[in-house]
Nanobody, 125 residues
Framework: QVQLVESGGGLVQPGDSLRLSCAASGRAFSTYAFGWFRQAPGKEREFVGSIGSSGLIAYYADSVKGRFTISRDNAKNTMYLQMNSLKTDDTAVYFC??????????????????WGQGTQVTVSS
């Protein structure tokens, strides 16, 4: 069984930075791609970014490209989301997820099997 636990959310001002973490339990962490999604109030969950199993490949939503960076530490079974230049539109619950198929990176929510409980990020002045 795989469990994902996000942490690092909080209340920040526009222009600030935050780093989210996603700690994974279970085996074979390094063989799976992981991703970040977010859900704002009244909106559907949307793709933020994903990272391949080796960490060499990452995809980002256009809305966060250049501001957010995904990384992973396979030795620690942890994925990160560094968020810089935060905007009020970034306010949402952020979820990390693990894909179903090994060595397959994806932007599609349906390709993810395991999810964390989410961490709230609020950007407000």
């Amino acid at each position: 069984q795989v469990q994902l636990v996000e942490s690092g959310g909080g209340l920040v001002q526009p222009g600030d930075s935050l780093r989210l973490s996603c700690a994974a339990s279970g085996r074979a962490f390094s063989t799976y791609a992981f991703g970040w999604f977010r859900q704002a109030p009244g909106k559907e969950r949307e793709f933020v970014g994903s990272i391949g199993s080796s960490g060499l490949i990452a995809y980002y939503a256009d809305s966060v490209k250049g501001r957010f960076t995904i990384s992973r530490d396979n030795a620690k079974n942890t994925m990160y989301l560094q968020m810089n230049s935060l905007k009020t539109d970034d306010t949402a619950v952020y979820f990390c997820g693990r894909v179903r198929t090994p060595y397959t990176i994806s932007k599609l929510e349906g390709d993810y099997t395991y999810w964390g409980q989410g961490t709230q990020v609020t950007v407000s002045s």
